[in-house]
């Protein structure tokens, strides 16, 4: 079915089009429409071009009411103060466009771009051999969520998880497993998933303390880098062990997060080493880097260090050895040349945004990117304790993601299981829905934060019932589709026919706005603005139940479906709001 236009483009072009029509030295004008206390819309635009006419702006804004069309769109319009329209909208025209969105499926009349292209967005970047920490939540909740979101609004996703599967830690922790062969189960038995990945951080940790006081150990470990760069078969052995150990690891982690991970989708570090030599000989014949005291660098003029000197970014070490910027620059290359990306979207820390400018411009500089190929960084800050410090535990050590997401599950089952008996759920439902409440919980706190600020990571205040939290919006799905339930023989159906009540014309321009919102989220990577559209409408929907009684003997047939009406289409826009924040949303909660 075709897309649904909102209530306030079909506004916005009338009185575009009757700007143009009663004042036609205006050229193109925009109304400056927006929603308003007042009525439901105010225009605001005519001021403007008042001072450019050198006329009266309340006499202008007559005229332009005047040349509008005779159509169902408007209710009332009246000219106000110095020339503002105030707008209220019929209350036919609601009705009629929501039962258009509720006639379009999943989609809910929300367009499709045409004209999107190709995004390559890289999140959720764990590193081989080591366990995940909350540090990594962000880049995979937020990525994910932007990833569902490109799509659902047209964008062809590319996802690439970068890991750190690379580099000098691999030879040392190599060297040093072939050093102390007995070490890696000395528990006892196979281990697999966490408790192979807790050994392996055990392992790294011993390696890097022999590594930082060893002077020959640590000569013995470059060798084994050399070793594995060059495709040695006993040290690429031990490497894909490691790589095999850390993505079993990594999709029991992902499992926990609800999120779906598949393996073509892993391109790590490794995946560019045969590109390297070759990115760093075109930036060099192209004069992009510059030979420096022996490194491959490129300068800026406008990055400098602490003593006021300009910053390099290094491509290639002085003892031939590849930093991540060639690794960074020789990924752009292969996402822009073979995967034919429009844009490069990289999820990544707020710390490393001086690495990425440089790395940006410096493919800027060797044409790799250009006015038809951006790239951007969705920068994330960093996740605090209730103290306002970066997260610990007690003992100071960076938490574990595992550990984190285990108690937000616990905590929301308690919370489930409180209401449980009075929804009738069965010990089974009261586990699957406090996963889904836990992770759906954290996730949330997370999403509903402009991505570039730091948050307050507090599980009491997540799992919580009131205020701004995900379980308040999953308990509203679960409250509409007990109301649907009981509603026995009355089904929903819009009747455009009736006048609505203040919350219900209330709820219905709330929910004509989620196209727009979703394409102000896609256009700005910015899930926190879906989250904030999501928890109004849920108020909105609490307003609604307290001044609009749904399922009553009392009111005619046509009102009880109405209202049915609304209350479904409300629970099929938070249940598709939910998942593209990838939340699940229970029946019964």
């Not at 031990?238 to 079993?248: A, G």
Request: glycine share 8%; charged share 25%.
């Amino acid at each position: 079915m075709a897309s649904v236009n909102s209530l306030a483009s079909t506004l916005q072009q009338q009185l575009a089009d009757a700007l143009t029509a009663a004042l036609p030295d205006a050229g193109t004008a925009d109304p400056l429409l927006r929603r308003s206390d007042r009525a439901d819309f105010q225009a605001n635009g005519i001021l403007a071009l008042a001072k450019k006419l050198k006329g009266n702006p309340r006499e202008l804004a007559a005229q332009v009411t005047g040349a509008l069309p005779a159509t169902d769109l408007i209710k009332d319009i009246e000219v106000s103060g110095p020339g503002f329209l105030n707008i209220t909208l019929s209350d036919k025209s609601i009705i009629e466009t929501l039962a258009a969105r509720a006639a379009d499926g999943d989609r809910l009349g929300v367009p499709v771009n045409t004209a999107a292209g190709t995004t390559v967005i890289d999140y959720a970047q764990p590193n081989v051999a080591k366990e995940m920490h909350v540090g990594h939540l962000r880049s995979a909740v937020i990525g994910d969520a932007m990833a569902q979101i490109l799509e659902f609004t047209g964008e062809s996703v590319v996802r690439r998880h970068h890991i750190g599967d690379w580099g000098t830690q691999f030879g040392m922790l190599i060297q040093y497993l072939t050093e102390h062969p007995g070490e890696l189960n000395h528990e006892g038995g196979q281990a697999e998933g966490e408790a192979a990945m807790s050994s392996l951080n055990r392992l790294y940790k011993a390696s890097r303390v022999l590594f930082d006081s060893d002077e020959e150990f640590k000569a013995r470990s470059r060798d084994r880098v050399v070793a594995l760069q060059a495709g040695d078969p006993e040290t690429l052995a031990m490497w894909q062990r490691f790589v095999d150990e850390s993505k079993i690891y990594f999709y029991s982690v992902f499992d926990k997060l609800d999120m779906e991970i598949s393996d073509p989708d892993i391109v790590g570090e490794s995946g560019y080493n045969d590109m390297l030599e070759e990115t760093c000989r075109i930036l060099e014949e192209t004069g992009v880097a510059v030979r420096s005291e022996g490194a491959l660098c490129v300068f800026f003029d406008d990055v400098k260090g602490p003593d006021g000197n300009p910053t390099p970014l290094i491509v290639k070490k002085t003892n031939g050895g590849y930093g991540y910027a060639a690794t960074d620059l020789s990924a752009i290359r292969d996402r822009v040349q073979n995967l034919k990306a429009d844009t490069l979207l990289y999820v990544v820390d707020a710390r490393q945004s001086l690495h990425f400018k440089m790395v940006f411009e410096t493919a800027r500089r060797a044409g790799w990117l250009n006015e038809d190929v951006k790239a951007h960084q969705l920068a994330f800050g960093t996740v605090l304790g209730k103290d306002g410090k970066p997260f610990k535990t007690r003992e100071g050590v960076t938490v574990r993601l595992e550990d984190l997401l285990d108690e937000a599950v616990e905590r929301a089952t308690a919370v489930v299981r409180e209401k449980a008996e009075k929804v009738g759920l069965s010990e089974e439902e009261i586990v699957e829905n406090g996963r889904y409440v836990g992770v759906g919980a954290v996730k949330y706190a997370d999403l509903s934060t402009s991505a570039v600020r730091d948050y307050k990571f507090d599980l009491d205040q997540m799992v919580s019932l009131h205020g701004d939290t995900s379980v308040y919006l999953q308990y509203a799905y679960a409250r509409i589709r007990s109301i649907l339930r009981k509603a026995g023989d009355a089904k929903p159906a819009a009747h455009p026919e009736l006048e609505l009540a203040p919350a219900e014309r209330a709820l219905g321009l709330h929910l004509d706005q989620f196209g727009e919102v979703l394409s102000e989220v896609a256009a700005g990577y910015e899930p926190h603005k879906l989250a904030a559209y999501l928890y109004q409408l849920a108020s909105h929907l609490t307003t609604f139940y307290d001044q609009c009684q749904v399922l009553s003997d009392e009111n005619p047939a046509e009102v009880v479906e109405n209202r049915l009406f609304l209350v479904e289409l409300t629970a099929r826009t938070l249940h598709r709001g939910m998942a593209l924040l990838g939340i699940r949303t229970p029946e019964r909660l």
